[in-house]
């Protein structure tokens, strides 16, 4: 199935997430994966899907969800002031890929971040 690398963990955010053993690792995005984020989420991937690069780049804030270790990566787009988020997974065989894309809830990403479960980067 084929596949483009779209960036790299960056060294600072790897220190954010208390993972540099992330830092520098390449990031791809695949076939299925812009299949699931059509499919899940249509109107976001259709609003976003041109800023995929950009979140990985330059994400606002940033967290590893506990219950399945993905990075989650939430850029606020000032236009709309919406949050979106980049969800990342490791593959089974150590691969980092771009799985999801979606807006998400105003309030509750300032609860995250007032709780301090998403982590200013």
Known sequence: MPQT??????????TVLNRPDLADKDVFIGTSNILHMQSSHP???LLYHSYIKDILLSPDFACINPKDGS???VKEF???LEYVK???RLSS???LYARSLY??????????IAK??????
Not at 103 to 112: D, G, Q
Not at 116 to 121: A, D, E, M, Q, S
């Open 103 to 112: 807006r998400l809830n105003n309030n509750r990403v300032k609860n995250f």
């Open 78 to 80: 000032k236009i709309g």
């Open 116 to 121: 301090g479960t998403l982590k200013k980067v």
């Open 5 to 14: 690398k779209i960036g790299k963990i960056s060294k600072h955010l790897s």
């Open 71 to 73: 990075i989650e990566l």
């Open 93 to 95: 065989s150590g691969t």
């Open 86 to 88: 980049l969800a990342i």
């Open 43 to 45: 109107k976001d991937y």
